[in-house]
């Protein structure tokens, strides 16, 4: 069946400007992540959804930061007025549960110009 | 709080040597700690998990709870084991998320 999917694989942005970051995660799955990897900083956690409650968003960097998941599946990650060092990867991840194996999607590649 | 330190960024062998990559965590009941892997051009997934007490790829860990610490090991290293390699845990209750550790990449010369 499909894996987590992710759009767009690459956003180009100018600084100041708002982005949205989609997340269609596998079918059934009720845990769904999201990390930001960048060099040096390996994977920070930003965000957990159980259903469509958030449990623990204690990961969002700023008040510039927001998710939310809607019908137990897609989940969009908005970034208002963003910054050059909001430049990274954006991965999402699914699970079955919160203690299962989390299936990743490919990531969206943020660069803020 | 839940916590995974990975103290190496990067962990040079030759092929053939033995690989131990280090992982401690800080969390106040019982976890479950995870090894995710992340090849080249490729998504980040599970390698192994300390419940399943298998061995994936030649690679293997064992949970130490009086050490807190989650080490991956492998005999014999192969140049395709190059990679980046995350130590991850969750907690036993539903709130909490999958903490992920910084990384260590791994890099297996000939």
């Known amino acids: 069946g499909a894996g987590v999917s992710q759009s767009p694989s690459n956003k180009v942005t100018e600084k100041g400007k708002d982005v949205e970051l989609r997340c269609d995660p596998i079918?059934?799955?009720?845990?769904l992540y999201w990390y930001r990897q960048s060099l040096g900083q390996g994977l920070e956690f930003l965000i957990y959804?159980?259903?469509?409650?958030?449990?623990?968003k204690s990961g969002l960097p700023s008040d510039r930061f927001s998710a939310e998941r809607t019908g137990g599946s897609v989940s969009t990650l908005t970034i208002q007025r963003t910054q050059q060092e909001d430049s990274a990867v954006y991965l999402c991840?699914?699970?079955?549960?919160?203690?299962?194996?989390?299936?990743f999607g490919q990531g969206t590649r943020l660069t803020v110009v | 709080a839940q916590r995974v330190t990975q103290p190496e960024k990067l962990l040079s062998v030759f092929k053939g040597a033995p690989v131990e990559l280090k992982c401690n965590y800080s969390?106040?009941?019982?976890?479950?700690l995870f090894w995710y892997v992340q090849y080249s051009r490729q998504r980040l997934q599970l390698l192994l998990r300390h419940i399943s007490r298998e061995s994936i790829k030649g690679f293997t860990a064992d949970l130490n709870k009086g050490e807190t610490s989650f080490h991956l090991k492998k005999p014999f290293a192969q140049e395709e084991d190059s990679a980046m390699y995350y130590c991850a845990l969750s907690g036993h209750q539903a709130g909490t998320a999958l903490i992920f550790g910084k990384g260590t990449t791994l890099s297996v010369s000939s």
């Open positions: 959804f159980q259903g469509n409650s958030a449990p623990d």
């Open positions: 969390y106040s009941g019982s976890p479950e």
């Open positions: 991840a699914s699970s079955p549960n919160h203690r299962g194996e989390a299936f």
């Open positions: 079918s059934g799955h009720t845990a």
